[in-house]
């Protein structure tokens, strides 16, 4: 069983390169946005609360992220393992988990703040499907319209310049440090995400000393 915690800045690739890994390993790829995401479009008591702190670029809080997690992970549908996206975000958190779970080992996607707002800011949703799109390497064949069902493609709530530029912040202060408590039991390979997805991938397993993708 293999247990893994991706990190990074948004845009850094995190759930790109948690599907590739999870595809071949057999793991569940947890992604923590996704569940704050599905709250948000249902319109549930906690995706109200996580839509006032997305829409500002502020972390969710930690008593509300730990409960999240907590529940996701005690539904053991992981029998081979998982690795999780989005989580932990401060030290708090990680304390958290490396009291509740072992891990064999912490992700990180490192790229520079510009490259973090040219990605970020590229990214599109589709208003129906809900499809993600990129304009700078995932462009859809009609300009602004989803190829999937046609839906008109708008930016995500969060995604302004101010929102990127207050994420980045928080990062940096409330995320970046918790590499350091993950690194004194030596978990932490570095990546450099700027490359493209199969250079990245293939640098992240022979970090981790895995097999080279299939």
């Given at each position: 069983?293999?247990?893994?915690?991706?990190?990074g800045a948004q845009?850094?690739?995190?759930?790109?390169?948690?599907?590739l890994?999870?595809?071949?390993l057999?793991?569940v790829h947890?992604?923590?946005?996704d569940?704050f995401?599905?709250?948000?479009?249902?319109?549930?008591?906690?995706?109200?609360?996580?839509?006032?702190?997305?829409?500002?670029?502020?972390?969710?809080?930690?008593?509300?992220?730990?409960?999240?997690?907590?529940?996701?992970?005690?539904?053991?549908?992981?029998?081979y393992?998982?690795?999780?996206?989005?989580?932990?975000?401060?030290?708090?958190q990680?304390?958290?988990?490396?009291?509740?779970?072992?891990?064999?080992?912490?992700?990180?996607?490192d790229?520079?703040?510009?490259?973090?707002?040219?990605?970020?800011?590229?990214?599109?949703?589709?208003?129906?499907c809900?499809m993600?799109y990129n304009?700078i390497a995932d462009?859809?064949?009609?300009?602004?319209r989803?190829?999937?069902?046609?839906?008109?493609?708008?930016?995500?709530?969060?995604d302004?310049?101010?929102?990127?530029?207050?994420?980045?912040?928080?990062y940096?202060?409330?995320?970046?440090?918790?590499l350091?408590?993950?690194?004194?039991k030596?978990?932490?390979?570095?990546?450099?995400?700027?490359p493209?997805?199969?250079?990245?991938?293939?640098?992240?397993?022979?970090k981790?000393?895995l097999?080279?993708?299939?």
């Amino acid at each position: 069983m293999r247990k893994y915690v991706i990190i990074g800045a948004q845009g850094s690739g995190k759930g790109t390169q948690s599907l590739l890994l999870a595809r071949d390993l057999d793991l569940v790829h947890i992604s923590v946005g996704d569940v704050f995401r599905w709250h948000v479009q249902n319109h549930t008591k906690l995706g109200a609360q996580v839509r006032r702190a997305m829409a500002a670029g502020e972390l969710v809080g930690d008593d509300l992220v730990e409960g999240v997690v907590r529940d996701r992970l005690e539904q053991h549908d992981w029998n081979y393992g998982f690795i999780i996206d989005g989580f932990p975000r401060s030290r708090r958190q990680a304390e958290f988990f490396l009291e509740s779970y072992d891990i064999d080992g912490v992700i990180h996607l490192d790229l520079p703040d510009d490259e973090v707002r040219r990605r970020v800011l590229a990214r599109r949703l589709c208003s129906e499907c809900g499809m993600d799109y990129n304009l700078i390497a995932d462009r859809p064949t009609q300009e602004g319209r989803c190829d999937v069902c046609g839906g008109e493609l708008v930016a995500r709530e969060d995604d302004t310049e101010e929102a990127v530029t207050e994420r980045l912040r928080n990062y940096r202060e409330k995320t970046a440090p918790i590499l350091e408590l993950f690194g004194r039991k030596e978990y932490v390979v570095t990546v450099d995400a700027r490359p493209g997805i199969d250079a990245v991938q293939r640098t992240l397993r022979e970090k981790l000393g895995l097999p080279a993708p299939r």
